[in-house]
């Protein structure tokens, strides 16, 4: 049984930075992407960043040039890094990975819990 267990959320004001770290436990491989989600109360969940095996990261436009994830693949490790942060990325953040399971593409996600990032004015 794989887990994702997200850290590092919290309170910060807006312009303040926090880091998100998610580490997997359990029976652990490795991850074809790993990222990071995010669900607002009466909105719904939306990528915020991802990040593959490769190196290719995607990230939303409402936090290009703010936000930066990496990964550790020897530790199916995921972080985010968030700066410059705004009341309007208050959310619970989940860390997602997914893993490729056969030639033809079929997947497996696995979820972390979710950590709560809120940002004040």
């Known amino acids: 049984q794989v887990q994702l267990v997200e850290s590092g959320g919290g309170s910060v004001q807006a312009g303040g930075s926090l880091r998100l770290s998610c580490a997997a436990s359990?029976?652990?491989?490795?991850?074809?992407?790993m990222g990071w989600y995010r669900q607002a109360p009466g909105k719904q969940r939306e990528l915020v960043a991802g990040?593959?095996?490769?190196?290719?990261?995607d990230y939303a436009d409402s936090v290009k040039g703010r936000f930066t994830i990496s990964r550790d693949n020897t530790k199916s490790t995921v972080y985010l890094q968030m700066n410059s942060l705004k009341p309007d990325d208050t959310a619970v953040y989940y860390c997602?990975?997914?893993?490729?399971?056969?030639?033809?593409?079929?997947?497996?996600?696995?979820w972390g819990q979710g950590t709560q990032v809120t940002v004040s004015s």
């Open positions: 997602h990975g997914r893993r490729v399971v056969n030639v033809e593409g079929a997947s497996v996600s696995y």
């Open positions: 359990g029976r652990t491989f490795r991850f074809d992407t």
């Open positions: 990040l593959d095996s490769d190196g290719r990261s």
